[in-house]
C-alpha cells in the first residue's frame, strides 16, 4: 500500500521535497507530516478536495473541526464578499461587528461576557490568565491526553516541551478517572484553574462521562478554582455547547475552529466575574491585546456561520447525522480490531490487539495499539477515495452527502474483509 502511494502521488513527493528547503520538515503544522510523505491539497470544493496528483476525496479531515461549513459555502462566501466591498478587512478600532458577533456567541453558548482572539490555543491562554488573575494563584490541573493548543499540549501524561510554564501544569495521568482527579486535585498548592476538554479531541476523540466532568468541577470548586471548559473542538456536538447540554457550569469556556466561518478564530467567555479583569475601566485589569482579534471579516463571518448556518436545527440534525454513521461503523468494525469513538460529527477510528469496546482515555488505547493497521488503513482508504487523518479522527463536514458516508462505511467494510487474517480478533 505504501509502495502504490508513493507511486501515485509524485507531485506530492516532489512537493514535499521542494517545500523542505523554505519549511523545516516541508509544512508549518506538524499534525500534517506524514510519512513517507504527506499529501498536498490543491483545491476544496463543498466537501470534497483534489491532491496535486489530481485524486479527488471526499474530505472527513473537516480541516481538523474547523472546516464544519466545508469548502465553499454560499452563505460564507457572500459575507466575505460583502464585508470586503462595505466593510473592508480590519479598521484598527472597535467596531459594530464585533460587537454583534458577541452578542450571538454569549447567547447560544449562555455566557455573560466574551472576548475574541485568533485561535483556541490563544482563547485557552487568555482564559488561564483570567484564571490566574481572578484567583491571584498560579497552577492549573490538565488531564493527560489533552489538546489546549500548539503551546499547551499534554499527551502520555505530560506537558509537551514547548509548553508555556511547564512546571506549572500538573496533568492527572488518566482522563475520565474520577478518583485519580478528586486526589490531584484535592493535593495541589496554589490552584488556580482546572481545565478539561468534555470530549477529548486530539487525544483520540474519547468522550468525557458526565459524572466525572461534573465531579471535576465541584473538586476545582472545593479548592476555589476556576473550572475553564475548552469546547473549542466541541461547542460543535450541541446548540448551546456541550457544556450547558451536559449541566456542566464552567466558569469559563473556550471556543474556535469553526466559529470563523473557517477563518482564524478563538473566544473565551463566561461568569462576568471572572471575565471581569479585563475590562479596562476597572482599575489593575489585565491587557488583553492581538491585532487581528476583532477583524471585521471574521466578525462577520463568524456570525453568519454560527446564526445563519449553523443554527441551533442545523446542529441537532447534524449531529443526528453522525451518531447514525458512527453507529453504522461500529457495526462493520464489530468483531474486529477496529473501534470507534466519539460523539455526534466527532469520530474516533482505533486500532487495538484486542479491539477494545469500551475506551475512556488514551492510556487504554496506548497499551494496546497497532499502528501498522492504522497505517494500513489509512493508504488505503485515501486509495478508495476518502481523506482521513492519519490519526483516524474524522471531524464531519455539514454538505457531505449520504451518499458518501455509506459508500465511507462500505470501503470500511471492504478493507475489514480484505485483511481479516490481520484484521478479525
Ligand atoms: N483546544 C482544543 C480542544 C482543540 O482541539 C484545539 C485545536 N485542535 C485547540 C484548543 C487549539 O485551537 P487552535 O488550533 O485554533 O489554536
Known amino acids: 500500500a505504501k509502495a502504490r502511494f508513493i507511486a501515485n502521488n509524485p507531485l506530492s513527493k516532489a512537493q514535499h521535497e521542494l517545500a523542505a528547503g523554505a519549511l523545516p520538515g516541508g509544512n508549518t503544522r506538524s499534525i500534517l507530516h506524514t510519512s513517507p510523505f504527506p499529501l498536498a491539497m490543491k483545491q476544496g470544493k463543498d466537501s470534497y478536495v483534489w491532491d496535486l496528483d489530481n485524486h479527488k476525496y471526499v474530505d472527513f479531515v473537516g480541516e481538523l473541526s474547523a472546516g464544519l461549513l466545508g469548502h465553499s459555502h454560499p452563505a460564507i462566501y457572500r459575507t466575505i464578499h460583502h464585508t470586503l466591498t462595505e466593510t473592508g478587512l480590519s479598521l484598527g478600532a472597535t467596531t459594530t461587528h464585533e460587537h454583534a458577533y458577541a452578542e450571538l456567541l454569549c447567547a447560544r453558548f449562555r455566557l455573560d461576557r466574551v472576548r475574541m482572539a485568533n485561535s483556541g490555543t490563544e482563547a485557552n491562554l487568555h482564559a488561564l490568565a483570567a484564571a490566574r488573575h481572578h484567583t491571584g494563584r498560579r497552577r492549573v490541573v490538565v488531564f493527560s491526553g489533552a489538546y489546549h493548543g500548539a503551546v499547551l ?7 509537551a ?10 496533568v492527572v495521568p488518566r482522563y475520565n478517572d474520577l478518583e485519580m482527579a478528586r486526589r490531584v486535585i484535592a493535593g495541589v498548592e496554589d490552584l488556580a484553574a482546572v481545565l478539561v476538554e468534555p470530549v477529548q479531541g486530539a487525544g483520540g476523540c474519547i468522550v468525557g462521562g458526565r459524572e466525572f466532568l461534573v465531579g471535576v468541577r465541584e473538586a476545582a470548586r472545593e479548592k476555589g478554582a476556576v473550572f475553564i471548559l475548552d469546547e473549542v473542538m466541541t461547542s460543535r456536538l450541541a446548540p448551546r455547547g456541550l457544556g450547558v447540554e451536559m449541566g456542566l457550569e464552567p ?4 471556543l474556535g475552529k469553526y466559529l470563523g466561518g473557517g477563518l482564524a478564530f478563538g473566544a473565551f467567555g463566561g461568569r462576568e466575574e471572572v471575565m471581569r479583569v479585563y475590562d479596562p475601566r476597572v482599575a489593575g485589569s489585565l491587557p488583553h491585546s492581538g491585532t487581528f482579534n476583532n477583524n471585521t471579516l471574521v466578525m462577520a463571518v463568524g456570525k ?3 446564526g445563519e448556518v449553523y443554527t441551533p436545527e ?6 443526528k447525522k453522525g451518531d447514525r454513521f458512527r453507529d ?10 477496529l473501534s470507534v469513538t466519539g460523539k455526534g460529527s466527532l469520530i474516533g477510528l482505533h ?8 475506551i475512556t482515555c488514551g492510556e487504554d488505547v496506548k497499551e494496546k495499539a497497532r499502528p501498522d493497521l492504522r497505517d494500513l488503513f489509512w493508504f488505503e482508504m485515501l486509495e478508495a477515495g476518502f481523506w482521513v487523518t492519519k490519526r483516524g479522527f474524522i471531524a464531519m463536514i455539514l454538505g457531505t452527502p449520504h451518499e ?17 487474517a490481520i484484521l478479525i480478533v
Open 153 to 159: 499540549s499534554f499527551g502520555d501524561g505530560v506537558a
Open 404 to 420: 458518501d458516508l455509506g459508500d465511507f462505511v462500505e470501503a470500511v467494510k471492504v478493507f475489514l474483509e480484505r485483511h481479516q
Open 314 to 319: 442545523v446542529c441537532v440534525e447534524f449531529n
Open 328 to 337: 453504522r461503523l461500529r457495526e462493520v468494525a464489530n468483531g474486529s480490531r
Open 351 to 358: 486500532f487495538t490487539e484486542d479491539g477494545m469496546q469500551e
Open 304 to 306: 453568519t456561520a454560527l
Open 161 to 170: 516541551p514547548n509548553t508555556v510554564d511547564r512546571e506549572e501544569f500538573v
Open 251 to 254: 466558569d469559563l469556556v473556550t
